[in-house]
């Protein structure tokens, strides 16, 4: 069952929030446990917040549409930088989600719970004229628009979540350098209309945190990855549960790594393993000694 939701009995949900999985590096033992996890749990609904590929290749988006659409549970996509065709760039300008098409109807989609939507919001663009190379965010007026404008929908009352792939920190604290544009105004908006919190991926390990605005607290959940690209956490995934106004979250992993241990202290600037002083790294601390492929 995909797309969204018709309504369920109340009482606590469980999402199950998957992110970078990246078919063409995946870790198949990762992505064969998750999907275990995923058929024998059943949760109420998958979030998956991007980079389901490695480079956008045919072959990477035909694995991942076929072990997406194996999932008999509500599920919502949202697209990651690496899913933009790379290397053509005709495709990248002027058909950037040609090859989704197995599994359009759950890109971007809203999924409605039980008084809980879960709300997309497009952090990916084909070119960003404010810099280059164009793998951090960017959320356009146009992207910000559409999502406040789903929200301001939902019945009074209803929780919301959203969903994107790259998190909303605007600038890194310890040198000012420019991560995801119009970061601060989205989390600001977002923070004025309540919002539970904004699940992400792009940075390949997992976090849990709460980012003051103008507007009041907006907390921040990261999902780690399911790939061989990791940062400073073995492979991973969320799972959250809501009850009430309550939101928890455990980072689930297969070496049994407490979610403490595996959530990083602030958001760094990509999924680049940490080398430099300041760098945030997780209390597991799986730094790979060689960085991971990048192709």
Same mark, same amino acid.
């Given at each position: 069952?995909?797309?969204?939701?018709?309504?369920?009995?109340?009482?606590?949900?469980?999402?199950?929030?998957?992110?970078?999985?990246?078919?063409?590096?995946?870790?198949?033992?990762?992505?064969?446990?998750?999907?275990?996890?995923?058929?024998?749990?059943?949760?109420?609904? =998958?979030?998956i917040t991007g980079d389901l590929t490695m480079r956008a290749r045919s072959r990477e988006f035909k694995a991942a549409c076929e072990w997406i659409t194996a999932l008999d549970v509500p599920v919502t996509v949202e697209v990651g930088n690496h899913d933009i065709p790379y290397f053509n760039l005709y495709q990248r300008f002027f058909a950037p989600y040609r090859r989704f098409r197995a599994i359009e109807s759950l890109v971007e989609s809203q999924l409605d719970l039980p008084n809980l939507a879960i709300v997309p919001l497009r952090t990916t663009t084909r070119a960003q004229y404010q810099r280059f190379p164009w793998s951090n965010g960017w959320v356009t007026e146009r992207a910000l628009a559409h999502c406040l404008e789903a929200i301001d929908a939902q019945p009074e009352g209803t929780r919301v979540l959203v969903a994107a792939h790259h998190p909303l920190t605007?600038?890194?604290?310890?040198?000012n350098k420019l991560l995801t544009i119009n970061g601060t105004k989205t989390m600001e908006a977002l923070a004025g209309r309540k919002v539970m919190a904004i699940l992400s991926g792009h940075?390949?390990?997992?976090?849990?945190?709460?980012?003051?605005?103008?507007?009041?607290?907006?907390?921040?959940?990261?999902?780690?990855?399911?790939?061989?690209?990791?940062?400073?956490?073995?492979?991973?995934?969320?799972?959250?549960?809501?009850?009430?106004?309550?939101?928890?979250?455990?980072?689930?992993?297969?070496?049994? =790594?407490?979610?403490?241990?595996?959530?990083?202290?602030? =958001?760094?600037?990509?999924?680049?393993?940490?080398?430099?002083?300041?760098?945030p790294v997780s209390p597991v601390g799986t730094v790979p000694s060689v960085d991971p492929p990048v192709n």
């Open positions: 069952m995909h797309g969204k939701v018709s309504q369920m009995p109340c009482g606590p949900i469980r999402l199950f929030h998957l992110s970078d999985i990246h078919f063409g590096l995946e870790d198949r033992r990762a992505i064969a446990w998750a999907k275990e996890c995923i058929e024998g749990e059943r949760p109420d609904a =998958v979030a605007e600038r890194r604290e310890r040198d940075i390949h390990d997992p976090f849990d945190l709460v980012a003051q605005t103008s507007a009041g607290p907006l907390r921040m959940v990261g999902a780690g990855t399911l790939s061989r690209r990791i940062r400073s956490t073995p492979p991973s995934f969320n799972e959250i549960i809501i009850d009430g106004d309550d939101l928890r979250v455990e980072a689930r992993n297969l070496e049994h =790594v407490a979610t403490p241990a595996m959530q990083i202290p602030e =958001v760094p600037e990509n999924a680049l393993p940490p080398r430099e002083p300041g760098d």
